[in-house]
């Protein structure tokens, strides 16, 4: 099986009017791969599900927050789970990378959760005439626990993947 590290993976970068090919991944550490892996999944399902139940592309799809599964649960997740593989479970970096893993998914499920359930107070309370159009609410913020754990469930499966492909 090949790795990633022996395919086409690499970056032309110009210095002093030298051309010379770079390997990615001795450039970008691989939690940080890991995290990129892992927005990129989680906003193309968005993308993809808009599509497919809406029939049209908007480019604001692509900056979302709130939906299936949780972009921001899934980066710092897969984050941690490759700090995990690289240094350790029992290491301080991942320990470290943990925390804020779910200092972050907290933070989707119940702060920003929290700000869903007012907007949907608000929508209901405010009459339509009364708002503006520079006072539109955002449909989703946050994120139902079960977004949270798909987000998690998409780090570990990017992070236990990118661990046997990378170097």
Not at 1 to 26: E, Q
Not at 43 to 53: D, H, R, T, V
Request: net charge neutral; hydrophobic share 55%; with cysteine.
């Amino acid at each position: 099986m090949a790795r990633l590290k022996d395919l086409a993976f690499k970056v032309f970068w110009t210095d002093n009017r030298d051309l010379r090919i770079i390997n990615v991944m001795t450039v970008l550490p691989v939690a940080l791969i890991c995290g990129l892996v892992s927005l990129l999944v989680c906003q193309g399902w968005k993308i993809l599900c808009s599509l497919f139940s809406e029939r049209t592309f908007r480019f604001a799809d692509i900056f979302r927050s709130g939906g299936m599964p949780s972009t921001h649960t899934a980066f710092s997740a897969s984050v941690a789970f490759a700090a995990g593989f690289r240094e350790g479970f029992d290491s301080s970096l991942f320990a470290v990378a943990a925390v804020f893993a779910f200092i972050v998914a907290y933070d989707a499920v119940r702060v920003r959760g929290t700000m869903n359930t007012m907007i949907e107070i608000l929508r209901k309370t405010v009459p339509s005439e009364i708002m503006e159009e520079s006072d539109t609410l955002p449909d989703s913020v946050g994120h139902s626990f079960a977004e949270v754990i798909a987000g998690f469930c998409v780090a570990a499966i990017v992070a236990v993947g990118l661990h046997f492909l990378l170097p």
